[in-house]
């Protein structure tokens, strides 16, 4: 029986190298009548196996809305063309490849990366030459304080969830936990959900034992050892997802099992069941999108119908990262829809149709989406609501807040040895 592919197997083997960055296959061949829109991914390097995620994403957007027919503009329907670029996992490669998908290719719009490290660096090339970009995937709060003109962000920055998610542990822990420790990596989204989390301790009056950043590339026994040794009741870890799977298992080679371990990204990926088995049991995360959400849109129909669709296309189920980056195609079809310009956008039209995206304030199969016009998270959707997951017999499940809980939260985990 053939091993199902892991996230650390999850790399673009058929990539081909061109003009110093991979290329992506591009999703339905251009034409005068299709509107062309870049992503730039990390298809390669630290991060190819979320770039993965967010690409499917994407795909299936458009996928989806040229299977109906394409994007109807008044009278006329125009189908769409993703061209992917490769960043290789690099902020500086990022904002090379978003400049290229701007000036060599010439599209309408751009799709946001995975990481928020490329996607900071995207953010003033968008800016530059004013074409409007859709982040489905970066978190981190450093997106939007410098009020970024022309990017928008579907997922809620991680500073409004992390925080907010330790109240939710210790409102179903019993008995009640008293002690945190805060771990993660040095690099926007992983500190800031750190951060996150340990604000999110310290307002609700747990005592935070141990708190430290490391590098990405930072051997994990130590820090798992010194963590063990604190014996705190939380462990609450920022970081990206293979760290998230590496993080269970040193903390299971210190012999140390937390009452809860709750960790943000990459717990709703399904390779972290598949990578940890039933290890994985008990871990937490945060989750701002469900497969059984309560939201519907005429283009995906309901959250369960959107989740349906994206096994069939690819196997697996859909996260949050995934269902955000399907949302983003979502408000760019209402936006160019409203618009009512055909592809090949100027500048002049590419200003408008940024002005129209501002100014979303739509419910999809996601959820609400309505971007924030001013402050520190200015062009970011602070409208889902988080919701406190667990894995649960290897599934992914809702356990607070109360009126959206799927499952009893088990408190504390069990040891990794009684597995």
Known sequence: MARKMSR????????????????????????????????????????????????????????????AGGIKVGDKTYKVELIIQDCQSQPAQGANACERLITEENVDALFGAYTSGVQIAMNPIAAKYQTPCIAGSAESPG?????PAFTYGIIPAVDKTAGKSIAEV???????????????????????????????????GLEVVYYTLFPKDADLTPIATTIASKKPDIVAVGGHDVLLSDMVKALKGAAFTPGA???HYG???????????????????ISVWLPNAPYKDELFGSAADYAAAFNKAYGSDPDYTAAGCSAAGVVLMKALQQL?????????????????????DITAFYGPIKFESSGDHFHDNLAPK???????????????????????????????KDR
């Open 340 to 360: 009512g310009a055909a592809p090949g956008l100027d500048a002049d039209a590419k200003s408008k149709l940024n002005e129209t995206i501002a100014k979303t």
């Open 261 to 263: 371990l709750i960790q």
């Open 267 to 285: 717990i709703t990926d399904a390779a972290f069941v598949d990578e940890l088995k039933k290890d994985a049991d008990g871990v937490m995360g």
């Open 8 to 67: 650390r197997d999850f790399v673009v083997r058929s990539s081909v190298l061109a003009g110093g960055a991979i290329m992506a296959p591009r999703v339905f061949a251009a034409s005068a009548d299709t509107f062309k829109v870049g992503a730039v991914l990390e298809l390669s390097g630290s991060a190819a196996s979320g770039g993965q995620v967010a690409k499917r994403g994407y795909e299936l957007w458009v996928n989806t809305v040229n299977a």
């Open 143 to 147: 997106n939007w304080t410098s009020q």
């Open 170 to 204: 210790i409102s179903v822990s019993n008995p009640k936990a008293k002690t945190i420790a805060v771990v993660g990596v040095n690099e926007p989204f992983s500190k800031d959900t750190a951060v996150g989390f340990r604000e999110g301790a310290e307002s609700a």
């Open 386 to 416: 988080p919701f406190l997951v667990q894995i649960q017999g290897g599934k992914v499940v809702a356990v607070a807040p109360t009126d959206a809980a799927q499952a009893k939260v088990v408190y504390p985990m069990v040891a990794w």
